[in-house]
Structures are given as C-alpha cells and as structure tokens.
C-alpha cells in the first residue's frame, strides 16, 4: 500500500503564488506518474498537471498552464506542485494522485489512478 499526504494549501489573494507538496510513503513510487487533480463541490475530480517517472515529461490542463509547474522528487518521494498567479477559478481542493503502472503517459482519467492523498484545500479571494 502507498499513502499520500498533500500539504500547502491555504487562503490567498489572486496573484498570489502557493506551493503544493506530495509525500508518498509505503512503497517506492519513482517508477510511476503522479498528477495533481482538483475538485469543487458539484464537480467531478479534474486532471490538473502531471509528470512522469523522471520528470522527463510534463502534462498541464489548458486552465494553468504557464501558470502552475509540477515537479519531483524521487529522493524524497515527493511531487509539487508551484501555483503562481492565482485565479478565484483556482478555488479548490487539490489532490495527488499515483498512477500504478510502469508506464511512460500522463493519463487525465481518475480511473488510471489507484492511489489519492486525503485533499488539502486552495482558496482565492477576489
């Protein structure tokens, strides 16, 4: 079994940067993709950013992109994910997500994930 743990969320202002962390533990994860996922109440989960085993390859929604940047680190188990410029429309809890399978995608379908952290709350005022 791997658990999730998200930190960093918080209450900013729009324009604001955040910075989201990951940390897995359980099993080793380095050989699997991770991805950030966001939900509002009524909505269904939405694929955020992603990034592959080694970081070699990056996958952003069109919402943030050159916006938000994900990162790794498999030293520490960790994934990140840096938010700049935030927007009321990032409002949100934010999720991370491990993907089970040595493969080299970054799907965008919550169903090719197996393992979630518990959710860690981004708000932004206006």
């Known amino acids: 079994q791997v658990q999730l743990v998200e930190s960093g969320g918080g209450l900013v202002q729009a324009g604001d940067s955040l910075t989201l962390s990951c940390t897995a533990s359980?099993?080793?994860?380095?050989?699997?993709?991770m991805s950030w996922f966001r939900q509002t109440p009524g909505k269904e989960r939405e694929f955020v950013a992603g990034?592959?085993?080694?970081?070699?390859?990056?996958s952003y929604t069109d919402a943030v992109k050159d916006r938000f940047t994900i990162s790794r680190d498999n030293s520490k188990s960790m994934v990140y994910l840096q938010m700049n410029s935030l927007k009321p429309e990032d409002t949100a809890v934010y999720y991370c997500?491990?993907?089970?399978?040595?493969?080299?995608?970054?799907?965008?379908?919550?169903?090719?994930?197996?393992?979630w952290g518990q959710g860690t709350q981004v708000t932004v005022s206006s």
């Open positions: 997500a491990l993907r089970w399978k040595p493969i080299v995608t970054i799907p965008i379908e919550t169903n090719e994930y197996v393992y």
């Open positions: 990034i592959t085993w080694n970081g070699g390859r990056t």
């Open positions: 359980g099993r080793p994860v380095n050989s699997f993709t």
